[in-house]
């Protein structure tokens, strides 16, 4: 236990290190990190570092998905509803019975029911891939909505796939007619749950005595709860975390205090951030292991059968993306649909974020070592290869190769849409302006005699004049020059601050605890400062 908590240790400053430098040359921090797992696999000090497949959906799956689930906008998620659910279900459902076609076909001693389980494994693309890849992209915001919100669903849907080919495997018997019924119920019952177990933390959020340092703890608690109950049950447990996140995320304001808010998301940042550092470097090292577990296989026909079936996924979703746009453009004579002609562009750069990753990777090493029987679960290391396979090659490839495809295709925002930064200032106006109207109507008295008030006055009013020159075709650049002025001496301000705190922590007659409380105080303020017009 000692030593393999010091090998851990040395893997986390490893991931610090090397995702610092991914962030200095410009690239996601996902493949880099992969690169880096391969050579260190052969270190002899790192070795030994495997996970028990029997835990290992329990340990990453269930943060990792509610820290999507409570990041993605339900408002974009249900505009987006129609092609995120094709690509949700059907998609994947077609993707696996293709790679299970393919793979038996191909594969001496491959069964259909072990092809499936191929396919369930690797059918969903990593959202955290394609939004670390996408974050330093200009691309229109509704299309990372589209890919965050896919991604989402695709893990619950292919897992299940994956659950039932797995019970397949196990028994050697598989009823279409009973696998669609327990699929439809798996799903159903996965949501139930899972917006039970929410609603059941909702009330002890909103009504019960907690602190803040409670409602983080409550949170991580959450999706293991909702995991493990709906697990217990036999249903859907991605499902349960998926739904009770998104129910949960929706509802924050009106169970979480600001200071609960503002502290959750630093921690959860920090932990989900820690989570796919281990996966993405537990990948590279892994993959020395597996290869020498192929055994009679060998390594050169295990190779061709990862780049046929890497063939057939880059293919299948690249059908599948121009596929969906057509039935767009026809179903959207008949019914209201969010965007008519989607055109070319989208859909070529749809077809490729298709980077496999987190729970490609959590299925794969999920898979029992042995049957219930005692035999050896069959073909597992080359599934496992297969499966590192695809993760490698679609996130080096396409994810070093994504930047340019979107600057040669040049997409831009949809006709109609309002920038983001425009969308930012409008709202700031609009605050202000509603601030200005309920100061001035309803506490006109107080404003006389309230000199706080009056200064509060003066900010909302310059925040409106400010943003009415910042929108004038002409005075953008004087409005800018303002505000950077405003920056460098608010900056300067909050930096000699932060100097007298520290003369005043040094005097014995003041507690330290009330300077650290200012000091918390001006890194608000000096965010504020940043974000102002960002």
Same mark, same amino acid.
């Given at each position: 236990?000692?030593?393999?908590?010091?090998?851990?240790?040395?893997?986390?400053?490893?991931?610090?290190?090397?995702?610092?430098?991914?962030?200095?040359?410009?690239?996601?921090?996902?493949?880099?990190?992969?690169?880096?797992?391969?050579?260190?696999?052969?270190?002899?000090?790192?070795?030994?570092?495997?996970?028990?497949?029997?835990?290992?959906?329990?340990?990453?799956?269930?943060?990792?998905?509610?820290?999507?689930?409570?990041?993605?906008?339900?408002?974009?998620?249900?505009?987006?509803?129609?092609?995120?659910?094709?690509?949700?279900?059907?998609?994947?459902?077609?993707?696996?019975?293709?790679?299970?076609?393919?793979?038996?076909?191909?594969?001496?001693?491959?069964?259909?029911?072990?092809?499936?389980?191929?396919?369930?494994?690797?059918?969903?693309?990593?959202?955290?891939?394609?939004?670390?890849?996408?974050?330093?992209?200009?691309?229109?915001?509704?299309?990372?909505?589209?890919?965050?919100?896919?991604?989402?669903?695709?893990?619950?849907?292919?897992?299940?796939?994956?659950?039932?080919?797995?019970?397949?495997?196990?028994?050697?018997?598989?009823?279409?007619?009973?696998?669609?019924?327990?699929?439809?119920?798996?799903?159903?019952?996965?949501?139930?749950?899972?917006?039970?177990?929410?609603?059941?933390?909702?009330?002890?959020?909103?009504?019960?005595?907690?602190?803040?340092?409670?409602?983080?703890?409550?949170?991580?608690?959450?999706?293991?709860?909702?995991?493990?109950?709906?697990?217990?049950?036999?249903?859907?447990?991605?499902?349960?975390?998926?739904?009770?996140?998104?129910?949960?995320?929706?509802?924050?304001?009106?169970?979480?205090?600001?200071?609960?808010?503002?502290?959750?998301?630093?921690?959860?940042?920090?932990?989900?951030?820690?989570?796919?550092?281990?996966?993405?470097?537990?990948?590279?090292?892994?993959?020395?292991?597996?290869?020498?577990?192929?055994?009679?296989?060998?390594?050169?026909?295990?190779?061709?059968?990862?780049?046929?079936?890497?063939?057939?996924?880059?293919?299948?979703?690249?059908?599948?993306?121009?596929?969906?746009?057509?039935?767009?453009?026809?179903?959207?004579?008949?019914?209201?649909?969010?965007?008519?002609?989607?055109?070319?562009?989208?859909?070529?750069?749809?077809?490729?974020?298709?980077?496999?990753?987190?729970?490609?990777?959590?299925?794969?090493?999920?898979?029992?070592?042995?049957?219930?029987?005692?035999?050896?679960?069959?073909?597992?290391?080359?599934?496992?290869?297969?499966?590192?396979?695809?993760?490698?090659?679609?996130?080096?490839?396409?994810?070093?190769?994504?930047?340019?495809?979107?600057?040669?295709?040049?997409?831009?925002?949809?006709?109609?849409?309002?920038?983001?930064?425009?969308?930012?200032?409008?709202?700031?106006?609009?605050?202000?302006?509603?601030?200005?109207?309920?100061?001035?109507?309803?506490?006109?008295?107080?404003?006389?005699?309230?000199?706080?008030?009056?200064?509060?006055?003066?900010?909302?009013?310059?925040?409106?004049?400010?943003?009415?020159?910042?929108?004038?075709?002409?005075?953008?650049?004087?409005?800018?020059?303002?505000?950077?002025?405003?920056?460098? &001496?608010?900056? =300067? %301000? +909050? #930096?000699? *601050?932060?100097? $007298? @705190?520290?003369?005043?922590?040094? !005097?014995?007659? &003041?507690?330290? =605890? %009330? +300077? #650290?409380? *200012?000091?918390? $105080? @001006?890194?608000?303020?000096?965010? !504020?400062?940043?974000?102002?017009?960002?």
């Amino acid at each position: 236990m000692h030593y393999l908590i010091i090998q851990l240790t040395c893997l986390l400053a490893i991931i610090l290190l090397v995702v610092m430098i991914a962030e200095k040359l410009k690239i996601a921090y996902p493949i880099l990190l992969l690169l880096v797992g391969l050579p260190l696999g052969f270190v002899p000090a790192l070795q030994g570092i495997e996970i028990n497949p029997d835990v290992i959906f329990v340990i990453f799956l269930p943060p990792l998905l509610y820290e999507a689930a409570w990041n993605t906008s339900w408002k974009d998620f249900w505009k987006w509803r129609r092609i995120i659910s094709s690509f949700a279900f059907p998609i994947v459902i077609l993707t696996s019975t293709i790679v299970a076609w393919v793979s038996q076909a191909i594969i001496p001693g491959f069964t259909w029911s072990l092809g499936f389980l191929l396919g369930g494994i690797i059918s969903p693309p990593d959202a955290v891939s394609a939004t670390a890849i996408l974050k330093n992209i200009k691309v229109p915001k509704n299309f990372v909505s589209i890919i965050e919100g896919e991604s989402l669903l695709n893990d619950a849907s292919s897992l299940v796939v994956f659950r039932f080919a797995l019970a397949a495997v196990a028994t050697g018997s598989f009823v279409f007619s009973h696998a669609a019924v327990d699929f439809v119920l798996v799903i159903i019952m996965g949501i139930v749950i899972g917006l039970a177990v929410a609603i059941v933390f909702y009330a002890i959020h909103r009504w019960m005595p907690t602190t803040t340092n409670i409602d983080i703890v409550l949170t991580f608690i959450t999706p293991y709860a909702m995991y493990m109950i709906a697990e217990e049950f036999h249903y859907s447990g991605v499902l349960a975390v998926v739904s009770g996140g998104l129910f949960l995320s929706v509802r924050r304001q009106e169970f979480l205090t600001n200071q609960s808010r503002l502290q959750s998301i630093n921690v959860w940042q920090a932990v989900a951030f820690v989570l796919n550092g281990f996966v993405f470097i537990l990948i590279g090292l892994e993959f020395p292991i597996i290869i020498k577990g192929l055994g009679p296989v060998g390594l050169k026909p295990a190779i061709n059968y990862s780049l046929i079936i890497i063939g057939v996924l880059i293919v299948t979703r690249f059908a599948s993306a121009f596929g969906a746009t057509l039935f767009t453009m026809f179903i959207g004579r008949y019914i209201k649909v969010a965007e008519r002609y989607p055109g070319w562009k989208a859909p070529l750069l749809f077809g490729w974020t298709g980077m496999r990753g987190v729970v490609s990777l959590a299925a794969a090493l999920s898979i029992p070592l042995t049957l219930s029987s005692g035999a050896g679960f069959p073909n597992r290391n080359l599934i496992l290869f297969i499966t590192f396979s695809v993760i490698i090659v679609t996130l080096v490839l396409q994810g070093l190769s994504l930047p340019f495809l979107v600057k040669w295709v040049n997409i831009g925002d949809r006709e109609g849409d309002i920038p983001l930064v425009k969308q930012r200032q409008l709202i700031r106006k609009k605050l202000s302006h509603l601030s200005l109207t309920i100061l001035n109507d309803k506490y006109a008295e107080k404003l006389e005699s309230n000199s706080m008030l009056k200064s509060a006055v003066l900010r909302f009013t310059s925040d409106v004049e400010l943003l009415k020159d910042w929108e004038t075709e002409g005075n953008n650049s004087k409005a800018e020059a303002f505000y950077q002025e405003y920056q460098a &001496i608010m900056s =300067d %301000l +909050i #930096k000699q *601050q932060r100097a $007298l @705190l520290s003369t005043l922590n040094k !005097k014995e007659n &003041i507690s330290e =605890d %009330l +300077i #650290k409380h *200012q000091q918390e $105080l @001006l890194d608000l303020e000096e965010e !504020k400062i940043r974000q102002y017009f960002a």
